[in-house]
């Protein structure tokens, strides 16, 4: 079963923008992860953050986590035409060492 | 350094003929082994994943199995392959708590 969601499904912005990406989970976690997509190839690992922690950042990236209410969000600042992919949040299970992926957001940046 | 093969990269096969897609790590020991499959433009659904030798669950009942006879390489297979079995399907390792690091995927196709 699917134990994140995505918000938005779908997101197209101007260049330069910032585009933020919601990510909502079920169960505890140990970590929660953001991976990148383009069409037709296996995902890249972007950025991982902890149970324990609530924001991180790597270069244009930021995450913040709330474990609490049970979600996550990715931010990209300055979007590039080269950032243009599938977005998905991944879930690492605690207690069960499983990583279940969410349905994604699919970005599109235009020049 | 760590490196994961998947092959083949296509694969078109005929409704009931068998499947074995192959996935092999290499430069780390006990790692945590996964098959994911993506349908066109969605998420990614675990099928199978395995802790250790021997250790293999299943998370969606269906025409598939998965197998792991060394450390390092995970097996899935199906003895009759259907239509709804096309996909693109993904192998994926981790360490313990950590990122995942994914193959490049089989487009499989079945006719």
């Known amino acids: 079963s699917q134990q994140g969601e995505e918000d938005p499904q779908a997101l197209s912005i101007q260049e330069g923008e910032n585009a933020t990406m919601n990510c909502s989970y079920k169960?505890?976690?140990?970590?929660l992860q953001w991976y990148r997509q383009n069409s037709g190839r296996g995902l890249v690992h972007l950025i991982l953050i902890r149970s324990n922690e609530r924001e991180k950042h790597s270069g244009r990236l930021r995450v913040t986590l709330d474990t609490s209410k049970k979600s996550s969000s990715l931010l990209i600042t300055a979007s590039r035409a080269a950032d243009t992919a599938s977005y998905f949040c991944?879930?690492?299970?605690?207690?069960?060492?499983?990583?279940?992926f969410g349905q994604g957001t699919r970005l599109t940046i235009n020049p | 350094s760590q490196t994961i093969h998947q092959w083949p990269a296509t694969l078109v096969q005929p409704v009931g003929s068998p499947l074995s897609l192959e996935c092999t790590v290499e430069?780390?020991?006990?790692?945590?082994l996964y098959w994911y499959r993506q349908a066109a433009g969605r998420g990614l659904q675990l099928l199978f994943y395995?802790?250790?030798?021997?250790?293999i669950s299943s998370e969606v009942p269906q025409n598939l199995s998965a197998s792991r006879p060394q450390d390092r390489q995970f097996i899935l297979s199906s003895k009759k392959l259907l239509l709804s079995d096309s996909g693109f399907y993904l192998c994926?390792?981790?360490?313990?708590?950590?990122?995942?690091?994914f193959g490049q995927g089989t487009r499989l196709t079945v006719v």
């Open positions: 395995s802790i250790g030798i021997d250790q």
């Open positions: 430069g780390t020991s006990n790692p945590n």
């Open positions: 991944a879930t690492d299970i605690q207690g069960a060492q499983k990583l279940v």
């Open positions: 169960t505890s976690i140990n970590n």
């Open positions: 994926a390792w981790t360490g313990q708590f950590t990122e995942a690091f």
